[in-house]
């Protein structure tokens, strides 16, 4: 490789490399202050990442580096920001957490960074080995963080469960990479894509492609590969489930993407009925299994269940306006996870954190500015107009009829309707219930992130979404 | 003037019901009494000053309401002499019931609300009568009918108030579904429901019935026709005038039958006797009843055009007449015979618009507010005497204890029965007499049957009074001893309506029905040219004009006979006849009747659409069948959630396998 080439692909994943070396200093740091140190690698960790989302803004040139294994495009740079945000939104949701639960590990900022890392890769990824390395950093990571509070036997059983179905899922996804590299010979998706269209449908090639779509399946918790999810998100700790149900998803869903329409173009009518199927599955298994819940921990797992559903419903038209719907459907599931996530962070008593929807009795009464909130969050996940969870669902359903989709978008509205009733119980439980013990009073930065995520949900989106959609459809541009 | 007159009851009703709670009872009372008493001299005023001879119509517009193609609706006041006749009823017979209730209902928690109802249904009785349109008039028609319901339905705590409540609202809407369907019937007849164009139509139609096919061109809008063209289609059959206008009269005499408790729709009126006594007054006795009446006297002009529809309604008079005051020999419940006392009454009313003599009619109208509402609100100071108790078997022997009362029930009774020279003489016997000398096929069946219930009335009349107040005391001795005249503020109304009573007819005779007859009524009542029953009513022989009083006096004797002399004649007499006592006292079974014909299968089918085709049906196949079928599913779907990592993982693999089938066998193409 010139060194010049190797100068530009260097540019090209500075941001990555930001963080890289910051994880690994923090870590460094970490190992040599001890405990003590958490709060102070926190705060700096949450520097890393700003440091290095706006060096991806302002400084890093778009362009693919690495001979082709690494892609930015405005579709990876759109992504990579809502990763981004997600995981600083995750650490600075943790820093309560950690001062009242004792759970000061400086490993978990770290190890937020690693995966973060990992995550930015996927979505760079240009080819199949790209596409594995981040995968497995991101997943690594992420297992150590569900397993962190080791002396907490839901914690480890969650830790567990996550890895041992995770290597599972990378080995599927693994062996259909091979198939799909014996089949065309080639690993870089531009490339498979040019073969596939020369050759057509071939069985091999389709084994690989289904198999490569299960093991991303299950990195966005899509049934019928979803069932780790309410189990892990239950048992980890609350601010990594607030971590694991925002960035890591976002990155999966971006690189689904990429790899189908980019890598599949020509088989798209192929993949094309898994993702229908997937996404019917996720929305209607999502929306009758959260039904039965009474830990919101646990109803938020089936909640993103049906939402990666209802994202997958865009993926599924395989068009601009497709893409566009996903990248608007991620952005906002992204600022109502962390909005609810942040409700649920301050779900504390004084004797210690609370997770069953019952505790939320009476909220209006005790804590009338976070049932608000939480009120607005719930009703924009159910999809109300004029929410911003209205919007999202508005494009992708939009987009799937457009397509011709129609029985698609019939069955997501009926299971949004089903949905609905969940969502409305929280309202409920919160609005007419008889109070339950009040909770303690809310951290200042969880309050920040649900009054930012809260007014964005509405009515903010109103007046930013101009440029937020012109940046999604130049993103969903790329692959077209 | 006059749309003060109509206003401030109105605005009574306002205050009343949107200020009540926080002025309080007694201001409330006070503030909506002393609006009538002001509405009630005013239309004496108005009645009085209204010029006689020259007293042309009055048209008072108030609002424009509505207008659709030719249908064209104002809010306006007809200001004639029949409508001052009923403002002065109406006023004076509220304003009394007003006050009296004020000593009545003082133990009431809930006055200001009852109050508030009284002075709606005085302005909806107000918009009635005045109206100057059908649509109007069907409006105040509504309206009282909501104030009834509302006012019966007063104890809303008690079930068999509710009941009746209900009943009457039911049993009015027949009459109102006819009664709007006469309406839609005048306006595609005469394409307008303002009375100077009907009346102006109803004029041209005369001519052209009178005058045959050759008057034809002489008509004016609608009635440009000729007689023999289709006019009307109804039910399928297409009229020609005059059947038409048949058909749209007995329309309008539908609404008439159920407002005024005609035979056939009568069933409401003696359960309305739930409602405080005041309000049996105001509304089932001296006014609301009466507006059928006072609707086919304002409807003369088509009635006049329709000799079958008057037949009908002389029979269906004169049959109520009769039906009403056999069961009224039997009641034991005081309200109760009063109010079969007015249904019959009202029977008379309706002979008397029958055979033309709509002069009478109105005449017995308005000596029948007196003395009727004297009989109910003499009947309110016997049950407030004897706490709260109005079954007359427990009464007995009151004479000396309220004699005040005693002597006001004793007139009223007298002017009922149509002692001579009291109001009910007047105008009692000139129905009777009008029609005998009526000429449509069953006005002679009409004069019999007004005779025998002048009979029967006499006797359920006296029989009221010397169950109630002769003989000994059959009440508790706890009850006796509680007795006690009614307060002052009671009395007086009776005072007020008892000199009604005495002297209305004396006094008005003259005008109403006497030579003064032209000049007073002028042009709100009208007569065909070949109706001459005001003129042979004056013409009868001796003994055709005493027989009513013989009759009274019959009844009385019978009475006396039965009651003081021998009070065990009665019971011998009822068990001898059992059948026909049973008959009676089951008020000829007609509300069984109505129970088996329309309530029962109504009922069952109600409960058939409510049980099977709304609760099995919809709500199972709909909201709840989803929503139990949702929860079928959440809870087999929660149930593969074990918690097993070998599950999972084989859910995973079972997926994938399932992909990779479908891709290569179905999903191919």
């Known amino acids: 490789m010139m060194p010049d080439m190797l100068s530009s692909s260097l540019q090209i994943a500075a941001p990555e490399l930001i963080l890289a070396i910051g994880a690994m200093i923090l870590l460094m740091i970490g190992v040599f202050m001890g405990e003590k140190s958490a709060q102070t690698i926190t705060g700096l960790s949450v520097a890393v990442i700003i440091i290095a989302a706006l060096w991806l803004i302002l400084v890093t040139p778009l362009g693919v580096g690495f001979g082709g294994s690494f892609v930015l495009d405005p579709f990876a740079r759109f992504m990579k920001i809502l990763v981004l945000i997600g995981s600083a939104a995750a650490v600075i949701m943790s820093v309560g ?40 950093l991101q997943s690594l990571a992420i297992y150590v963080l569900a397993a962190i509070n080791r002396d907490s036997v839901r914690s480890t059983e969650a830790g567990l469960k996550y890895f041992v179905l995770g290597a599972l899922s990378s080995g599927m996804l693994l062996y259909g990479a091979s198939m799909v590299y014996g089949f065309t010979g080639h690993i870089e998706f531009t490339q498979i894509a040019a073969v596939a269209a020369e050759s057509g449908r071939s069985v091999g090639l389709i084994v690989g492609l289904v198999f490569v779509l299960a093991g991303l399946a299950f990195k966005i918790s899509a049934v019928p590969f979803h069932m780790w999810t309410p189990d892990v998100y239950e048992g980890a700790p609350t601010p990594i489930t607030a971590f694991l149900a925002g960035a890591p998803k976002i990155a999966a869903m971006a690189l689904l993407t990429r790899f189908t329409v980019q890598g599949f173009e020509p088989l798209s009518d192929q993949w094309q009925q898994v993702i229908v199927f997937i996404s019917i599955a996720s929305m209607a298994f999502g929306a009758f299994a959260a039904i039965g819940q009474h830990n919101i921990k646990r109803l938020m797992a089936y909640s993103s269940i049906a939402h990666m559903g209802y994202a997958l ?14 990248l608007i459907y991620m952005t906002v599931y992204l600022m109502m996870t962390l909005g609810t996530f942040a409700v649920i962070l301050a779900m504390r008593r004084r004797d210690g954190m609370v997770e069953e929807i019952d505790d939320l009795s009476g909220l209006s009464q005790t804590n ?5 909130f939480l009120t607005v969050m719930m009703l924009s996940l159910a999809g109300l107009p004029p929410l911003a969870g209205f919007i999202g669902k508005y494009f992708v359903f939009m987009a799937a009829v457009h397509a011709g989709l129609w029985p698609l978008a019939i069955i997501g509205v009926l299971a949004s309707v089903v949905g609905l009733f969940y969502y409305l119980r929280i309202v409920k439980t919160m609005w007419f219930d008889e109070p339950a013990e009040a909770f303690v009073p809310m951290a200042i930065e969880l309050r920040a992130v649900l009054w930012v995520t ?20 130049a993103a969903a541009k790329t692959f077209f | 003037m006059y749309t003060i007159i109509v206003l401030l009851p109105l605005a009574g009703f306002l205050i009343a019901g949107l200020f009540g709670k926080s002025i309080g009872a007694k201001a409330c009372e006070y503030t909506l009494s002393g609006f009538m008493v002001v509405a009630a001299i005013l239309s004496w005023i108005a009645f009085l000053s209204f010029g006689y001879g020259e007293g042309e119509t009055l048209r008072v517009p108030l609002l424009h309401w509505m207008q659709s193609g030719t249908l064209d609706v104002a809010w306006s006041l007809r200001i004639d002499r029949l409508t001052l006749v009923m403002l002065v009823v109406v006023n004076t017979v509220s304003t009394l019931v007003h006050v009296y209730s004020i000593g009545y209902m003082h133990h009431d928690p809930h006055r200001p609300r009852f109050f508030a109802y009284l002075s709606l249904f005085t302005f909806a009785m107000l918009m009635l009568v005045t109206s100057n349109n059908l649509v109007q008039m069907f409006f105040g028609w509504e309206g009282v009918g909501l104030a009834s319901y509302l006012l019966i339905g007063f104890w809303y705590k008690k079930p068999t108030a509710n009941a009746a409540a209900m009943k009457a609202f039911v049993v009015n809407r027949v009459g109102d579904f006819g009664f709007a369907l006469g309406i839609f019937g005048v306006f595609a007849l005469f394409g307008s429901v303002n009375f100077d164009t009907i009346f102006a139509g109803a004029a041209d139609v005369a001519a052209q019935l009178g005058g045959g096919h050759e008057a034809a061109a002489a008509g004016a809008g609608a009635a440009a026709h000729g007689a023999g063209d289709v006019v009307l289609n109804f039910a399928g059959y297409g009229l020609t005038m005059g059947s038409a206008l048949t058909v749209v009269c007995l329309l309008l005499f539908m609404g008439a039958m159920g407002k005024s408790a005609q035979l ?9 006797m739930e409602g405080p006594t005041p309000v049996s007054a105001l509304i089932h006795a001296a006014t609301m009843v009466t507006a059928g009446v006072f609707m086919l006297a304002r409807m003369s002009p088509l009635f006049e055009l329709s000799p079958s529809a008057l037949t009908f309604v002389t029979f269906i008079g004169a049959t109520t007449a009769f039906f009403a005051a056999t069961i009224g020999l039997v009641q034991n419940d005081i309200k109760r015979v009063i109010a079969y006392s007015t249904c019959s009454q009202l029977g008379y009313m309706f002979v008397a618009l029958g055979v033309g003599a709509y002069g009478p009619a109105i005449f017995h109208l308005f000596t029948h507010a007196f003395f009727k509402a004297l009989l109910f609100l003499g009947a309110g100071s016997v049950i ?19 004699p005040k009362t005693y002597w006001m029930m004793v007139i009223g009774t007298l002017a009922l029965t149509g002692f001579p020279f009291t109001a009910g003489y007047y105008s009692k016997d000139a129905i009777i007499e009008a029609a005998f000398v009526g000429h449509n096929s069953f006005a002679l069946y009409g004069w019999g049957m007004t005779v025998i219930a002048a009979a029967l009335t006499s006797f359920y009349s006296w029989r009221l009074i010397f169950m109630t107040f002769h003989g000994k005391p059959r009440a508790s001795a706890d009850v006796m001893h509680h ?60 003994w055709i004009a005493i027989l009513p009083t013989l009759c009274m006096v019959i009844g009385f004797v019978v009475a006396y006979m039965f009651y003081i002399r021998q009070p065990s004649l009665a019971k011998e007499t009822a068990k001898r006849n059992r059948g026909l006592y049973q008959f009676l006292l089951n008020k000829w079974y007609f509300d069984e009747l109505y129970d088996f014909l329309f309530v029962k299968p109504s009922q069952h089918l109600g409960r058939f659409l409510w049980k099977t085709g709304d609760g099995k049906v919809i ?51």
């Open chain 1, 97 to 136: 957490f950690a001062e009242s639960e004792r759970f000061n590990r400086f490993e978990f900022p770290v190890l937020v960074l690693l995966s973060t890392t990992g995550m930015m890769m996927m979505v760079s990824a240009g080819d199949m080995i790209a596409l594995y390395l981040g995968l497995e």
């Open chain 2, 264 to 272: 056939g729709l009568h069933t409401w009126l003696p359960d309305a």
């Open chain 2, 384 to 402: 407030h005497a004897v706490s709260d108790e109005q079954d007359m078997r427990r009464m007995g022997g009151l004479r000396t204890h309220i």
């Open chain 1, 313 to 326: 419903v865009g993926l599924a038209a395989a068009n601009t306006e497709g893409v566009r719907g996903v």
């Open chain 1, 368 to 372: 009338p500015m976070m049932a608000l």
């Open chain 2, 483 to 542: 007795i006690h005249e009614s307060p002052l503020v009671m009395l007086v109304p009776l005072y007020v309506l008892a000199a009604g009573a005495l002297f209305a007819g004396i006094v008005f005779e003259h005008s109403f029905i006497g030579e003064g007859y032209d000049e007073f009524w002028h042009a709100a009542l009208y007569t065909g040219a070949e109706n001459h029953v005001l003129h042979d009513m004056h013409e009868i022989s001796f």
């Open chain 2, 619 to 669: 709500d199972g196949l709909g909201p709840d069948g989803v929503s139990a079928r949702v929860l079928d599913v959440t809870g087999r779907v929660v149930r593969l959630q074990s918690g097993y990592l070998y599950h999972y993982a084989f859910a995973m693999l079972i997926g994938v396998a399932a992909l990779v089938t479908w891709m290569m066998l179905g999903g191919a193409s």
């Open chain 1, 454 to 473: 809260g007014l964005v949900v509405f009515p903010v989106y109103i007046f930013v979404s101009g440029p937020i959609f012109a940046a999604a459809e």
